[in-house]
């Protein structure tokens, strides 16, 4: 079966680290593209990194510097290293993938077929 799954949320402090991780299933970090999203409460859903086949990377302003996408062959998995959390930052963030042979890097959530059901990232100030 075709999937995604994501991890390591939590609650930090302003300043502080966490990393996401998004497990794949049924697909390979090496042939699919992949974005990370968040929805805060009351806000419309954001992309705020992808990640192409290739290997490039994109980044919504608001993170550049602090976000960081990777991915690990061996273990199938795409990362989202955060730093310098602010409590902006806060929200549900989900992966998703999307099989395409383009390379086109995409933070619309319509270009994304799988989807996990998101984890919690909580920075306190």
């Known amino acids: 079966q075709v999937g995604v799954v994501e991890s390591g949320g939590g609650s930090v402090q302003a300043g502080g680290s966490l990393r996401l991780s998004c497990g794949a299933s049924g697909l390979t970090v090496t042939t699919y593209l992949m974005a990370w999203f968040r929805q805060a409460p009351g806000k419309a859903r954001e992309g705020v990194a992808t990640?192409?086949?290739?290997?490039?990377?994109r980044y919504v302003d608001s993170v550049k510097g602090r976000f960081t996408v990777s991915r690990n062959y061996a273990r199938n998995t795409w990362y989202l290293q955060m730093n310098d959390l602010k409590p902006e930052d806060t929200a549900l963030y989900y992966c998703?993938?999307?099989?395409?042979?383009?390379?086109?890097?995409?933070?619309?959530?319509?270009?994304?077929?799988?989807w996990g059901q998101g984890t919690q990232v909580t920075v306190s100030s």
């Open positions: 998703a993938a999307a099989y395409t042979t383009s390379q086109r890097l995409s933070l619309q959530a319509n270009d994304y077929r799988y």
């Open positions: 990640m192409e086949r290739g290997g490039s990377t």
